[in-house]
C-alpha cells in the first residue's frame, strides 16, 4: 500500500524539503493554512484510494458472524487465529457459489479491498468464494496434472487397446462399496458367463493408494485377467484424493493389463482417469464399456449356425450326389462284373479252343485216313512210322500252343483280378482304416455328430465292432 500518497493528501502542510534549506518566511505567511475534510469526503477518498491501490486478492479464513437479510447478500467476518476482517458478497456473486456458506467453514475468496463509506469500516468484497480445502486440493491437483502430462503419462500413445471379449474381469474397488454391487448388476445383465474376479481394497483414506497399488500389481503378476475395472462412488474432492496419488497413476500406466476407471460421478474427475485406458463417468459405465453385449453375440451365433447348417446340408447334398457316382462306378468295376466279363471271354476261348482242336482232330484224322490209304494201297513200314511220328509232333505242339493260350489268358485274369483288389475297398480297410457309423447306419465324418453316450459301430477290414461314445475332443 501507498501510504506516501494517502499521506500527501490528508497533510495539511506542504513538502518542507530538506530542513536545513528552509528559506526565510514573511512575517504574513508564518500562519499555515489548512484543508478541511469532511467525513464522507475522508471515508470516499480512503476507499478510493484503497480500490486504486490493491487488486484483487486471494484470501483464506474462516467465517464467523454470517448474516443474510432479505436483499440475499450475504455479510460475514473473515477471520484467523489473530486478526479479522469484515466482508461482503452480493447476492449476483453468490449464485455462482457450489456450497453453501456457514460459520466456522474455511474458505478461500477472491475480493476487492474497500471501505465501507456510511459506517468508515474497512471490509473486503468478494466476488469468488470456494472451500478452502478444496480450494488448496483443487490447486494441488492441478499442479499434478500438470507435471504427469509434461512427463507424457498421459499420452494415447500408452494407451492400451480393451478385448473385445474378455476372459476374465478384475474389479479393484471397496468390498462393500455400493460401486461393486452397481458393476456386478451391469455385468451380470450383460455378459453374466464371464468370471469375475474381485481385488477389495480401500478407497479412501491415506493407505488407498497403496493398497489399490497392490491390487494392480498382484493383478499383473497373476495373469488371471485381461481387463481391469478401477472403481469408486461418488464423494467430494477430499473423499476421491487417493486417486489423485502420482505413484498409483504412474503404476496405472505401467500396468500390462488394460485399467478403465470409473471413478465417482460424470462430473468427477481424478488423475487416475487420465492414466488410464479409458476412462468412465460412472462405475456401472465401466462395467457397461468392458462387458458385451451377451444378446449381440447370440444373435451372431444364431446367424452363425443357420448358415452353418445351410452349409453342411448342401455339402452332404453333393456328398450324396457323389457317392452315388461312386456306386455306381463301383458297380461297374465290382469284382463280380469283372470276372463276369473274363469267364465270358475264357468260355468263348475255350469254345475257340474247342473249335480249333476238332478242326485239328477232322484234319489229322483226314489226313491219317488219306495216310492209311495210301498206306494199305503202299503198306510201307516206313512211311507209316513216319506218319505216326509226324501226327505225335501235331499232336505235342497242338497241346504245347493250347498251354500257351491258357497261361496267358490266366496271367491277364490274374492282373485284372489284381487291379481290382487294389481300388476295392476292402483293400483301404486291410491297411488299417476303419468305417465308423452311428446307430442309425450313417458314416460318422465329424466328431460334433454324435453325443457323449452315443452308440457307434466300427467296420474293419475282418468283422466289425459295436461301441459307445465315452469323450469328444474338438479338433
Same mark, same amino acid.
Not at 157 to 186: C, F, M, Y
Given at each position: 500500500?501507498?501510504?506516501?500518497?494517502?499521506?500527501?493528501?490528508?497533510?495539511?502542510?506542504?513538502?518542507?524539503?530538506?530542513?536545513?534549506?528552509?528559506?526565510?518566511?514573511?512575517?504574513?505567511?508564518?500562519?499555515?493554512?489548512?484543508?478541511?475534510?469532511?467525513?464522507?469526503?475522508?471515508?470516499?477518498?480512503?476507499?478510493?484510494?484503497?480500490?486504486?491501490?490493491?487488486?484483487?486478492?486471494?484470501?483464506?479464513?474462516?467465517?464467523?458472524?454470517?448474516?443474510?437479510?432479505?436483499?440475499?447478500?450475504?455479510?460475514?467476518?473473515?477471520?484467523?487465529?489473530?486478526?479479522?476482517?469484515?466482508?461482503?458478497?452480493?447476492?449476483?456473486?453468490?449464485?455462482?457459489?457450489?456450497?453453501?456458506?456457514?460459520?466456522?467453514?474455511?474458505?478461500?475468496?477472491?475480493?476487492?479491498?474497500?471501505?465501507?463509506?456510511?459506517?468508515?469500516?474497512?471490509?473486503?468484497?468478494?466476488?469468488?468464494?470456494?472451500?478452502?480445502?478444496?480450494?488448496?486440493?483443487?490447486?494441488?491437483?492441478?499442479?499434478?496434472?500438470?507435471?504427469?502430462?509434461?512427463?507424457?503419462?498421459?499420452?494415447?500413445?500408452?494407451?492400451?487397446?480393451?478385448?473385445?471379449?474378455?476372459?476374465?474381469?478384475?474389479?479393484?474397488?471397496?468390498?462393500?462399496?455400493?460401486?461393486?454391487?452397481?458393476?456386478?448388476?451391469?455385468?451380470?445383465?450383460?455378459?453374466?458367463?464371464?468370471?469375475?474376479?474381485?481385488?477389495?481394497?480401500?478407497?479412501?483414506?491415506?493407505?488407498?493408494?497403496?493398497?489399490?497399488?497392490?491390487?494392480?500389481?498382484?493383478?499383473?503378476?497373476?495373469?488371471?485377467?485381461?481387463?481391469?475395472?478401477?472403481?469408486?462412488?461418488?464423494?467430494?474432492?477430499?473423499?476421491?484424493?487417493?486417486?489423485?496419488?502420482?505413484?498409483?497413476?504412474?503404476?496405472?500406466?505401467?500396468?500390462?493389463?488394460?485399467?478403465?476407471?470409473?471413478?465417482?460421478?460424470?462430473?468427477?474427475?481424478?488423475?487416475?482417469?487420465?492414466?488410464?485406458?479409458?476412462?468412465?463417468?460412472?462405475?456401472?459405465?465401466?462395467?457397461? @464399456?468392458?462387458?458385451?453385449? #451377451? &444378446?449381440?453375440?447370440?444373435? /451372431?451365433?444364431?446367424?452363425? =449356425?443357420?448358415?452353418?447348417? !445351410? +452349409?453342411?446340408?448342401?455339402?452332404?447334398?453333393?456328398?450324396?450326389?457323389?457317392?452315388?457316382?461312386?456306386?455306381?462306378?463301383?458297380?461297374?468295376?465290382?469284382?463280380?462284373?469283372?470276372?463276369?466279363?473274363?469267364?465270358?471271354?475264357?468260355?468263348?476261348?475255350?469254345?475257340?479252343?474247342?473249335?480249333?482242336?476238332?478242326?485239328?482232330?477232322?484234319?489229322?484224322?483226314?489226313?491219317?485216313?488219306?495216310?492209311?490209304?495210301?498206306?494199305?494201297?503202299?503198306?510201307?513200314?516206313?512211311? @507209316?512210322?513216319?506218319?505216326? #511220328? &509226324?501226327?505225335?509232333?501235331? /499232336?505235342?505242339?497242338?497241346? =504245347?500252343?493250347?498251354?500257351? !493260350? +491258357?497261361?496267358?489268358?490266366?496271367?491277364?485274369?490274374?492282373?485284372?483280378?489284381?487291379?481290382?483288389?487294389?481300388?476295392?475297398?476292402?483293400?483301404?480297410?486291410?491297411?488299417?482304416?476303419?468305417?465308423?457309423?452311428?446307430?442309425?447306419?450313417?458314416?460318422?465324418?465329424?466328431?460334433?455328430?454324435?453325443?457323449?453316450?452315443?452308440?457307434?459301430?466300427?467296420?474293419?477290414?475282418?468283422?466289425?465292432?459295436?461301441?459307445?461314445?465315452?469323450?469328444?475332443?474338438?479338433?
Amino acid at each position: 500500500m501507498r501510504l506516501s500518497a494517502f499521506a500527501s493528501k490528508l497533510s495539511p502542510y506542504p513538502s518542507m524539503g530538506d530542513p536545513c534549506n528552509i528559506p526565510p518566511m514573511p512575517t504574513s505567511s508564518l500562519q499555515p493554512r489548512k484543508q478541511i475534510y469532511s467525513v464522507s469526503e475522508l471515508n470516499r477518498t480512503i476507499r478510493q484510494l484503497l480500490e486504486r491501490e490493491f487488486p484483487l486478492l486471494w484470501i483464506e479464513g474462516e467465517i464467523s458472524n454470517l448474516a443474510q437479510p432479505a436483499s440475499g447478500h450475504i455479510y460475514f467476518t473473515l477471520k484467523d487465529s489473530q486478526a479479522q476482517v469484515r466482508c461482503a458478497m452480493f447476492k449476483g456473486r453468490l449464485r455462482l457459489v457450489r456450497f453453501k456458506p456457514e460459520n466456522g467453514q474455511q474458505v478461500l475468496i477472491r475480493a476487492k479491498v474497500g471501505l465501507y463509506e456510511q459506517r468508515g469500516d474497512f471490509q473486503l468484497i468478494a466476488e469468488h468464494m470456494e472451500e478452502a480445502g478444496d480450494g488448496a486440493l483443487q490447486r494441488e491437483f492441478e499442479a499434478l496434472k500438470a507435471r504427469l502430462a509434461q512427463a507424457g503419462l498421459f499420452d494415447e500413445s500408452n494407451k492400451r487397446p480393451l478385448p473385445q471379449l474378455p476372459e476374465k474381469i478384475g474389479i479393484i474397488t471397496s468390498a462393500s462399496g455400493a460401486a461393486i454391487r452397481d458393476v456386478l448388476s451391469v455385468l451380470k445383465r450383460r455378459f453374466p458367463s464371464i468370471p469375475i474376479l474381485i481385488y477389495p481394497v480401500l478407497v479412501q483414506g491415506d493407505n488407498a493408494p497403496a493398497e489399490i497399488i497392490k491390487a494392480i500389481k498382484l493383478a499383473n503378476a497373476q495373469k488371471r485377467c485381461d481387463v481391469l475395472l478401477l472403481v469408486r462412488g461418488g464423494g467430494s474432492l477430499e473423499d476421491l484424493w487417493a486417486f489423485n496419488n502420482e505413484a498409483l497413476a504412474r503404476q496405472i500406466v505401467k500396468s500390462k493389463i488394460p485399467v478403465v476407471s470409473g471413478v465417482g460421478h460424470e462430473v468427477d474427475v481424478t488423475i487416475a482417469d487420465f492414466a488410464a485406458d479409458l476412462r468412465a463417468p460412472t462405475p456401472s459405465a465401466a462395467a457397461e @464399456l468392458v462387458s458385451p453385449d #451377451q &444378446q449381440a453375440y447370440i444373435d /451372431i451365433f444364431t446367424a452363425y =449356425q443357420q448358415r452353418l447348417e !445351410q +452349409l453342411i446340408e448342401q455339402k452332404l447334398q453333393r456328398a450324396n450326389e457323389q457317392l452315388g457316382w461312386l456306386k455306381t462306378r463301383l458297380q461297374l468295376q465290382h469284382p463280380s462284373q469283372q470276372l463276369q466279363q473274363y469267364n465270358q471271354r475264357l468260355d468263348d476261348s475255350l469254345q475257340r479252343l474247342g473249335n480249333a482242336w476238332n478242326s485239328q482232330l477232322q484234319t489229322s484224322r483226314h489226313r491219317y485216313e488219306i495216310a492209311m490209304q495210301r498206306l494199305l494201297s503202299q503198306q510201307p513200314s516206313r512211311q @507209316l512210322s513216319r506218319h505216326r #511220328q &509226324q501226327l505225335e509232333n501235331l /499232336i505235342q505242339r497242338l497241346k =504245347q500252343s493250347i498251354g500257351q !493260350q +491258357l497261361q496267358q489268358k490266366n496271367q491277364r485274369l490274374a492282373a485284372s483280378s489284381h487291379a481290382l483288389h487294389i481300388i476295392s475297398p476292402l483293400q483301404t480297410l486291410g491297411r488299417g482304416y476303419a468305417l465308423v457309423m452311428d446307430s442309425q447306419g450313417n458314416i460318422l465324418h465329424n466328431s460334433q455328430q454324435v453325443r457323449r453316450g452315443d452308440d457307434i459301430s466300427i467296420r474293419l477290414h475282418q468283422g466289425s465292432l459295436l461301441g459307445k461314445v465315452e469323450k469328444i475332443i474338438k479338433s
